[in-house]
């Protein structure tokens, strides 16, 4: 509906050019590399996690790590896995949320934790991280936009200085960051996630069936696989690389590499294998059609310019010690409204580092502000790529995973305004 009323008004209200554009859109959608690549991307994961489960590797993890090492006997330890998994694994979001979701879903079964929990956890590291260790995709489009403006003469410097420089004031990923290991360490729920739905126990866990290679290598023929094809995506450069293009082949050849090893190990069939993978693969059919949609409205958003919309509210006459907050709030919503942190980042700091130019405001300051911004409001969007992956990696709805995590988001929010506000005060 939103992809239609957004086509309606761009069609000057005309039912038969709305319903033109809207085809022409989904069609040159899907004549996007990307966009093919990650809706595969989706599809692939549901047949990943199907085959490490019916294989016995989930089984083995929880034995390996309940009960032979001891190491999981809590729902404090149930989460930690997860939440550690997300921070070592920050080379692409995606792959974070689904690594992350994988090694968290059977302990939280195991003790009583609810998947919209899991999936809170998934998403407050995945971006957050990212956008705090720019090895990555992130880096390298924040290099790009920073440079840029270096190019044009507005500042002078080095793209990687400022970029550390901005790192520095990224305060609502840290405070994500806090929030989400106090949630866990002191097992709190607040609002919606009190009345989250709790998976049952799967008893077979208690076993030693199945094996942790089952589980194990499958991860890292994943995380390898994503750092060797955005070096080789970026000609050596792994911030050149494509993130797409890199989880897309990954996953293939991970599905390939699990063909073989489950034979070898006898524990699946050829026929097995298949009919878990199509399995697994239709159950995550309708998780890619809402990323589709998500695309599409990115899309409508950006035709009907709401960022550039938004951003012309911030004008000479706001004073220079609280644009950072400004420049934080306005991200957020451009953010949220269009599902993407990265199309967040490409409106917002060429617009944030010449009003800090033009207002004698700290401009680092003002940077971190449209990172911190973009984060926050794709972290609460339900039209987010990272918001969907998360929640399919976690097994949770994306409509339970929304509204759950939103009051966490809102009080790391709610901290990172008053620091943005603190700071532009200070260093102004």
């Not at 407050?124 to 992130?138: E, F, Q, R």
């Not at 994503?226 to 082949?249: E, Q, R």
């Not at 009907?304 to 000479?316: C, E, K, P, R, W």
Request: hydrophobic residues 55%.
């Amino acid at each position: 509906m939103a992809v239609v009323v957004g086509e309606f008004i761009i069609a000057d209200f005309s039912p038969l050019s709305a319903l033109m554009l809207m085809i022409e859109r989904f069609i040159s959608l899907l004549s996007e590399g990307w966009v093919l690549k990650t809706l595969a991307f989706a599809i692939m994961v549901g047949s990943v996690m199907t085959l490490i489960e019916r294989s016995g590797g989930v089984n083995g993890l929880v034995h390996e790590l309940s009960v032979k090492r001891s190491l999981v006997k809590s729902k404090r330890g149930a989460l930690m896995p997860s939440f550690i998994a997300g921070i070592i694994v920050f080379i692409e979001s995606s792959i974070t949320s689904l690594v992350a979701g994988a090694i968290g879903r059977p302990f939280c079964d195991r003790y009583g934790i609810s998947r919209a929990k899991l999936a809170f956890v998934c998403d407050s590291t995945s971006a957050p991280v990212c956008s705090l260790i720019p090895l990555n995709g992130w880096g390298a489009l924040l290099l790009g936009l920073i440079g840029g403006q270096i190019t044009a003469g507005l500042i002078a410097g080095e793209s990687a200085t400022w970029l550390l420089q901005s790192i520095a004031f990224n305060f609502y990923a840290f405070m994500a960051l806090l929030v989400t290991f106090i949630a866990i360490w002191y097992e709190i729920d607040i609002g919606p996630m009190r009345h989250a739905a709790i998976t049952p126990p799967d008893i077979e866990c208690e076993d030693a069936k199945g094996g942790i290679g089952l589980f194990l290598w499958p991860m890292v023929w994943m995380i390898g696989g994503v750092i060797a094809f955005m070096v080789i995506t970026g000609n050596g450069n792994i911030f050149k690389g494509s993130g797409s293009t890199s989880i897309f082949y990954t996953l293939l050849i991970t599905l390939g590499l699990m063909l073989v090893y489950y034979r070898l190990k006898n524990v699946l069939t050829i026929s097995d294998f298949f009919d878990a993978a199509w399995s697994g693969a239709r159950s995550m059919t309708p998780i890619a059609l809402i990323l589709l949609f998500a695309f599409a409205i990115g899309g409508v958003s950006s035709d009907m310019q709401v960022g550039q919309y938004l951003a012309s509210f911030i004008g000479d006459y706001l004073p220079s010690e609280y644009l950072a907050g400004a420049i934080f709030v306005l991200a957020a919503i451009i953010a949220f409204a269009t599902g993407t942190s990265w199309g967040t980042f490409s409106i917002m700091l060429p617009i944030a580092i010449p009003l800090a130019v033009g207002l004698d405001a700290p401009i680092a300051l003002a940077m971190g502000a449209a990172i911190s911004g973009g984060v926050f409001g794709d972290h609460c969007s339900p039209i987010s790529d990272t918001t969907i992956i998360s929640a399919m990696a976690s097994g949770c709805s994306v409509q339970e995973h929304t509204k759950t995590q939103l009051p966490y988001a809102l009080i790391s929010a709610g901290f990172a305004f008053i620091l943005f506000i603190i700071f532009g005060i200070v260093l102004t």
